[in-house]
């Protein structure tokens, strides 16, 4: 595991382990979610069936019992999915994404990225803050909160700012809407970190993106895996960039691919490698589940905190 946190309050699970646990709700998956988890989001049936399935099984169960009580019908579940810059936060939330929805109905589960709270180019810019894009600093944490806050206050109508890793900026006039979803995967780097936020709600003043959180995943893996990752996608960007003038990429188009890997390491070390280990890895222990990955992004162990039964 990437740099050594307290686990102490989680129990490890080897995948050939995890994959002897019965899953509490069985599920049986359509054939247009096998399509979509195999071909599009590239994952093994065999994985999906050893890692996903049983956690799955078990947040759905969830949901289920705290639509029985009063106090919480008709609210969402909120999940919270971690971890490190090219990490696979946002492929894990949509593989839970699809077999949630295979399991609740259409339309059921909302995916909202923290990207879409980081300030537009042109503030980070004004305030010299690009360099530290990704960092707490660079967030509207108050908008994010407030956004997790209406999820469990039981409010119908959504309206979320789109993201876009090709400009590279929050998109201008975009957004992204959802209505009265049955659960929320949020996910980003800063879904974990404590991070106090000033609102007077709920006759309290402080307020940090983790109490609005059912449950929580991190996704992890070494940091040799994640500079890989990293590059990779630099790479696939940079070359998409080169028939698309309106990609951030594109001014790097002029550079050989060793110039470009180059610039891109240097980036890591200097600014991905710093918020990773000041600010992302420090989080790690307060997830409720932490999916250990390889390489190849196949999950090898699962820590799950003592407290939960799943």
């Not at 050893?50 to 969830?62: C, D, G, K, N, T």
């Not at 949901?63 to 492929?91: D, E, F, M």
């Not at 400009?167 to 996910?187: A, G, N, Q, S, W």
Request: with cysteine.
């Amino acid at each position: 595991m990437s740099q050594e946190v307290d686990l102490t309050l989680h129990v490890r699970y080897q995948r050939d382990e995890w994959n002897g646990r019965q899953q509490a709700t069985p599920f049986s998956l359509s054939p247009e979610a096998y399509v979509k988890l195999i071909d599009k989001l590239k994952i093994s049936e065999h994985e999906i069936r050893q890692v996903y399935l049983p956690i799955a099984s078990r947040f759905v169960e969830l949901y289920h019992h705290l639509q029985q009580a009063p106090r919480t019908a008709n609210i969402p579940l909120i999940i919270g999915v971690a971890g490190s810059v090219a990490g696979g936060k946002s492929t894990i939330a949509q593989i839970f994404h699809t077999l949630f929805e295979d399991s609740l109905g259409h339309d059921s589960v909302a995916v909202v990225s923290t990207d879409s709270f980081l300030y537009p180019m042109k503030t980070m810019t004004e305030k010299n803050m690009l360099h530290r894009k990704g960092f707490p600093e660079s967030y509207d944490m108050e908008g994010f909160v407030r956004l997790l806050y209406e999820c469990k206050s039981g409010f119908s109508n959504f309206k979320v700012p789109i993201y876009s890793h090709d400009t590279y900026d929050i998109l201008p006039d975009e957004t992204l809407t959802f209505t009265r979803p049955k659960m929320v995967i949020v996910e980003g780097l800063n879904v974990l970190q404590v991070v106090p936020v000033q609102l007077d709600l709920l006759k309290r003043t402080s307020w940090i993106a983790a109490d609005f959180l059912d449950i929580s995943i991190y996704v992890d893996a070494e940091e040799e895996n994640q500079i890989m990752w990293y590059l990779e996608r630099v790479k696939r960007l940079w070359k998409e960039a080169r028939t698309n003038p309106s990609s951030y990429y594109h001014q790097f188009t002029s550079l050989s691919e060793e110039e470009l890997l180059t610039r891109a390491t240097n980036v890591w070390n200097e600014i991905n490698h710093v918020n990773l280990h000041n600010y992302i890895l420090p989080s790690r222990e307060r997830a409720d589940v932490i999916l250990h990955k390889n390489g190849d992004h196949s999950v090898t162990d699962i820590y799950v905190q003592r407290k939960l039964r799943i």
